[in-house]
């Protein structure tokens, strides 16, 4: 494994219209040097992806402007977007969003609650597997 790559800071975007969660999850990720940005719903995550092109999305499942799913489907269809990994935040059980998360563009899915350790390591193994 590539030390360089374990050490790899990035800009992430988390869209999630419950603010809490967005708190939690730039609290934690922050302390580990990532750039983050956030927004509360589909409309201003996607105007901020297009803006920031960060190197990571989490993006909320249920929110009530635009699902996460459609959120994904349009950074999808985006030329510049396509390739960024998205992650699923979802307090839902994972048989109901297992499949439609990865047929949908997402690379994983994270369920609420979480622990900081959870989130951070996903992070890194997804910042591992993209590569620069």
Do not use: C, W
């Amino acid at each position: 494994m590539n030390r360089q790559g374990m050490e790899r800071k990035a800009s992430i975007l988390v869209i999630d219209d419950d603010p809490m969660i967005t708190r939690l999850v730039t609290t934690v990720l922050e302390s580990d040097g990532h750039r983050l940005l956030a927004a509360h719903n589909g409309a201003d995550g996607l105007a901020k992806a297009k803006e920031s092109r960060p190197d990571l999305i989490f993006v909320d499942i249920s929110m009530p402007d635009m699902t996460g799913y459609e959120v994904t489907r349009t950074l999808k269809e985006d030329d510049e977007l396509r390739n960024t990994p998205v992650i699923y935040l979802t307090g839902k059980p994972p048989a109901e969003d297992a499949g439609r998360s990865f047929s949908t563009g997402g690379l994983a899915f994270i369920r609420k609650p979480f622990s900081p350790r959870q989130l951070k390591d996903l992070v890194r193994v997804t910042l591992l597997s993209v590569g620069d």
